[in-house]
């Protein structure tokens, strides 16, 4: 399984953007990033996911490296709710690839 | 729908003992995953079904582990003969394959079951 490194711990102000960093540097043509994170007592949820473009929805930004050795999941505005567990994936593209493999993901805090 | 649901939110057992997990997926979701997670670690994958087949179990799934899903719906996970080492919360997940090709397949995890071993 391809590799992802992460900071263990961010921390940031509420109402400021935070930038998530992710190298990747042994990631192929076909592997997929993906975001996840984990709010305190619960499951993880899903955050957004790239392949090579920059990619926007309601929750994050997701910026892609023009080599797509490193990805950087950005909040716009935090606040006290995004405080959780985030992790990088990287998802192979090709049947049977259908597990999630999770790192130690980046413990971000947020600060009022 | 209201998500994947987990049943029961909390175990606490006796070393020894049998414990049975139960995992209700989203209705139209063919897939469905076994994580495990210990304090301050990511999900560890332990298998994954499509419909009613097991199709890959991790190295962690000892034979204590067993998992099923016999009507491709519901899923239980039952350790037998807990170890203390057990404790851990116990993830399910669910997905479903009709986005396979645009690479989100995105999973929708439950809030897990918190097994505490004596």
């Known amino acids: 399984d391809a590799k992802t490194t992460q900071p263990n711990s961010m921390e940031s102000n509420e109402e400021e953007p935070v930038h998530l960093p992710c190298n990747h540097s042994?990631?192929?043509?076909?592997?997929?990033i993906h975001w996840y994170r984990q709010l305190p007592s619960q499951g993880p949820e899903y955050v957004i996911h790239?392949?090579?473009s920059n990619v926007n929805n309601r929750m994050a930004s997701l910026a892609i490296a023009e080599d797509r050795k490193s990805s950087t999941l950005i909040l716009h505005r935090a606040t006290l709710r995004d405080a959780a567990v985030y992790y990088c994936?990287?998802?192979?593209?090709?049947?049977?690839?259908?597990?999630?493999?999770f790192g130690q993901g980046t413990r971000l805090t947020i600060n009022p | 729908d209201t998500g994947v649901s987990q049943n029961p939110r909390h175990k606490i057992t006796k070393r020894g003992q049998n414990v049975t997990f139960r995992c209700d997926p989203i209705?139209?979701?063919?897939?469905l995953y076994w994580y495990r997670q210990t304090l301050g670690q990511g999900p560890e994958f332990l298998t994954y079904?499509?419909?009613?087949?097991?199709?890959?179990k991790s190295r962690l799934l000892s034979d204590r582990f067993s998992a099923e899903r016999p009507k491709g719906s519901f899923s239980t996970l039952e350790i037998q003969r807990t170890e203390q080492g057990d404790s851990a919360m116990y993830l399910c997940?669910?997905?479903?394959?009709?986005?396979?090709?645009?690479?989100?397949?995105?999973?929708?995890f439950g809030a897990g079951s918190r097994l505490t071993v004596l």
């Open positions: 790239g392949l090579t």
């Open positions: 079904f499509q419909n009613e087949a097991q199709l890959e």
């Open positions: 042994t990631i192929s043509g076909t592997d997929y």
């Open positions: 994936i990287l998802r192979p593209l090709i049947q049977g690839a259908q597990k999630l493999v």
């Open positions: 997940a669910s997905s479903s394959n009709q986005y396979y090709r645009s690479g989100a397949n995105v999973l929708t």
């Open positions: 209705s139209e979701h063919n897939r």
